[in-house]
DNA sequence: CACTTGACCTGTCCGC
DNA sequence: TGCGGACAGGTCAAGT
């Protein structure tokens, strides 16, 4: 059983990429043991907690809210999972039906040395937490409490709902008139789940320059950029997220998005529109950022 | 208060 | 070959 791995920084398509994955292989799978290792981050919770509440447990339920996962158990605790930056849940199968990490797999044999929490089901199937920079989180809370968390109460709205539209998304990105468009977009109060790929990749489509000054941005402009948002990252999730260059996925195919991104990790190649220009690299919200130099003119 | 920068981490790559 | 430093970027705390 093999999916997802490699997968690169984790946004909203990546997350819900795994959350599709997961929620195919785990649904239904009790929980026969869970091992934390070296991960201060994960189950800040006592070990009688997780014993407690975890240990018996049945998933029932795999969510997603921005970049967050959800994953429901049948003892009204969810474990709430955020990936960050390197963060990865891996399912291998039961070795006793030959569940080994395929061929294909870009991960070998688990744990390993980044493996964070080790989850055990009774069918002796596993999931695995890896998170090699150690920024990702694991947290067990009571499912009632789960839309309190400061992150839950501060995140902003999905911005894939199609009840998301221009008129929610223009007064909520203007609140921040006076940065630039990128950190607005990155600003996940604003709109939840847009980080530096997909961000890079929505500003291009709409033709704006990264470091453009939301106040000097039209309306119409940023009706424009919530489309390629939506386009970028449905495409994204469509592809199975975007994967560094290694990555194959379950049927063994090479597609994710980043083959199909026009500026993400595109410097020095010719821009989509402009074959003459080169996408630049340079840096806007302290963060590196891709633009053409033709059709993003700053504002 | 609004906004920006640094810290948190570790593996990889680049220049000397 | 080894070594130091830059870099990767999600989020929060601290600083301006």
Known sequence: MSWGREVSVPELPEVETVRRGLSE????????????????????????????????ATIVAVRRRAKV??????????????????????????????????????????????????????????????DQRKFGWMKLIPTPE??????????????????????????????RNNTTIKAALLDQTVLAGVGNIYADEGL???????????????????????????FVMN???????STDRNYVNAEGKRGSYIDFARVFRKERTPCPRHPDAAVEKTRVAGRGTHVCPLCQVLQ
């Open 25 to 56: 292989r785990v649904i239904g799978l009790a929980i026969a043991s869970v091992q934390c290792i070296d991960s201060p981050k994960s189950f800040p919770n006592d070990p009688q907690t997780v014993t407690a509440f975890m240990v018996g």
């Open 69 to 130: 996962l959800l994953i429901e158990l049948d003892s009204q605790y969810t474990l709430v999972v955020h990936l960050k930056m390197t963060g990865q849940l891996v399912y291998r199968g039961s070795s006793r039906f030959g569940g080994g990490h395929p061929n294909d797999s870009l991960v070998g044999d688990l744990p390993d040395r980044s493996t964070r929490v080790t989850v055990t089901f009774h069918d002796g199937s596993q999931l695995f937490f890896n």
């Open 146 to 175: 789960v839309p309190n968390i400061d992150f839950m109460k501060k995140v902003g709205p999905e911005p894939l709902e199609d009840s998301f539209t221009a008129e929610q998304f223009i007064p909520r990105i203007r609140r």
């Open 204 to 230: 291009w489509g709409a033709k704006i320059h990264p470091a453009t000054r939301v106040k000097n941005v039209s309306d119409e402009a940023l009706g424009e950029l919530l489309k390629e948002l939506k």
């Open 235 to 241: 495409l994204s999730i469509e592809k199975g997220g």
